[in-house]
């Protein structure tokens, strides 16, 4: 099945600072998410972004399909960014929805 | 527009019990779909159910179950528990199935196996 890659594992910001959170994937998608996982579990809808790029915010991402990888940026970051960046794909040869999810990066905003 | 909900929020069961979980997709939605998260294995896709049917099916043994109801609420049984199925459980739901589009997760189930 398809293969979803995120990077890095892990990322320590400070309040205030700017990164970019990876995701690759191994074969062509037609959907692709990202999501932001509250201490509690719930997975919060970032973007929908199987091509090209969108902005909400703070955030922002982009996707280069014929290059299967896709980031997200997050400029200025709070401590409320704190948690885990899941990214997930449906390959295009699939029927229905079925996700696969990466690993996910793990964002902790210190004050 | 409500959100989707699942209850119960959590549940503690012991090895061998049996458990069903319920899931009521956004209104209007159709296509709901459950997956199994783990520290060590991530998120998991587990089925996925439109019209009341099962369209998809990942990789999991037979003892999970599920079904949806014609009012579009899905319910997944876990039969026959061992410690390993402790997990937490989430739902999706979107409004079509076989065009992709957004899918919304419920706040999900956290299941204690004990």
């Known amino acids: 099945g398809i293969q979803v890659e995120q990077s890095p594992p892990d990322l320590i910001l400070q309040e205030g600072a700017n990164s970019t959170l990876r995701c690759n994937f191994s074969?062509?998608?037609?959907?692709l998410q990202w999501f932001h996982q509250n201490p509690w579990g719930q997975l919060i809808n970032l973007f929908y972004i199987p091509s090209g790029t969108k902005q909400n915010g703070r955030l922002s991402a982009t996707t280069v399909a014929t290059e299967r990888y896709s980031l997200l940026y997050i400029s200025s970051s709070q401590t409320t960014d704190s948690g885990v960046y899941f990214c997930a794909v449906e390959p295009l040869k699939a029927a229905g929805n079925k996700l696969t999810f990466g690993g996910g990066t793990r964002v902790l905003v210190k004050p | 527009k409500a959100g989707v909900t699942q209850t119960p929020r959590y549940l503690i069961k012991t090895r061998g019990q049996q458990v069903t979980l319920s899931c009521s997709p956004i209104?209007?939605?159709?296509?709901v779909s459950w997956y199994q998260q783990t520290p060590g294995q991530g998120l998991q896709f587990l089925f996925e159910y439109f019209s009341e049917t099962q369209r998809n099916k990942g990789n999991f043994p037979g003892r999970f179950s599920g079904r949806q109801f014609s009012n579009s609420r899905s319910e997944m049984n876990v039969s026959t528990l061992e410690l390993g199925d402790s997990a937490l459980y989430l739902c999706?739901?979107?409004?079509?199935?076989?065009?992709?589009?957004?899918?919304?997760f419920g706040p999900g189930t956290r299941l204690t196996v004990t």
């Open positions: 209104s209007g939605h159709r296509s």
């Open positions: 074969d062509s998608v037609n959907n």
């Open positions: 999706a739901s979107s409004f079509l199935a076989g065009a992709p589009e957004e899918q919304y």
